[in-house]
């Protein structure tokens, strides 16, 4: 049974930080592209980081790029994001997503709130 199962959101001041986890399981993870995406309400899902499955390379939109890192884990399987410099528009529903050829999975997401 596939799973991704998102943690780590919560509500966080501005500038604060937060580092999500998503664990995999029931795929082989090392062979699974991973990205995070979020959507905030009213507004459509963004991509917001992704990870290859081989070199490890990342790619961010101009939004978060310079204060999100994506890592991953595949020992642990296991990806990361970690966000720093937190703002109000952050604040969406963050999933985790797993992408390999025709397969593309996804978590259930979790709350990341940025408020003071």
């Known amino acids: 049974q596939v799973q991704l199962v998102e943690s780590g959101g919560g509500l966080v001041q501005p500038g604060g930080s937060l580092r999500l986890s998503c664990a995999a399981s029931?795929?082989?993870?090392?062979?699974?592209?991973m990205r995070w995406y979020r959507q905030a309400p009213g507004k459509e899902r963004e991509l917001v980081a992704s990870?290859?499955?081989?070199?490890?390379?990342?790619n961010y939109p101009d939004s978060v790029k310079g204060r999100f890192t994506i890592s991953r884990d595949n020992a642990k399987n296991t990806v990361y994001l970690q966000m720093n410099s937190l703002k109000p528009e952050d604040t969406a529903v963050y999933y985790c997503?797993?992408?390999?050829?025709?397969?593309?999975?996804w978590g259930q997401g979790t709350q990341v709130t940025v408020s003071s």
């Open positions: 997503n797993a992408i390999w050829m025709v397969r593309d999975y």
């Open positions: 029931g795929f082989t993870f090392s062979r699974f592209a």
């Open positions: 990870i290859t499955s081989t070199t490890g390379g990342t």
